[in-house]
């Protein structure tokens, strides 16, 4: 079956939508179970910065395996293979399923990006400590006056 270009994008968009929700369920049901929790905890909860990281980047494996393996389901059992059916039908069928995986893959991370839909890569972002900044200010005036606060005290002083 032959497909035009724009039918083609629209399949891999609708599949690749469905792959990213899929997956972004499943990891959340699973963020319910116990086991699974203390294994891959939530980076909003981890204090350690260096473990926040690496609790982020193992959700983030974890989030391109499942769709990985979801794309290529998706690939083989529903028969989107986006070489043939933009009329490449030389094309090896493993490769052709395999290189439309990949497309799902990357089309699912992009379209929850684009959609603002909250998907693995997408957390809240914690709050930092605010700076704070000490010492002394001068301002200058065109007449020649000066302006001085002092920021231990608190007091403003005209300097003429």
Do not use: C, H
Request: charged content about 25%; glycine content about 8%; hydrophobic content about 50%.
């Amino acid at each position: 079956m032959k497909i035009d270009g724009v039918s083609a994008i629209e399949v891999i968009l609708i599949a690749s939508f469905a792959v990213d929700r899929i997956v972004t369920g499943l990891l959340f049901l699973l963020s319910f179970i116990k086991a699974w929790d203390r294994a891959v905890p939530d980076p909003l909860t981890v204090k350690d910065a260096e473990e926040r990281v690496r609790t982020e980047r193992k959700q983030k494996l974890i989030y391109f395996i499942m769709s990985g393996i979801l794309a290529v389901l998706v690939s083989w059992y529903g028969n989107i293979r986006i070489f043939f059916a933009l009329g490449f039908a030389e094309t090896p069928r493993y490769f052709d399923i395999l290189a439309t995986g990949l497309v799902l893959i990357a089309g699912s991370d992009r379209i929850a990006a684009m959609l603002n839909l909250g998907g693995i890569g997408e957390r809240e972002k914690t709050a930092t400590k605010p700076i704070e900044i000490t010492g002394r200010l001068v301002l200058e005036d065109s007449t020649e006056k000066k302006v001085v606060r002092d920021a231990a005290s608190g007091s403003v002083t005209t300097v003429v």
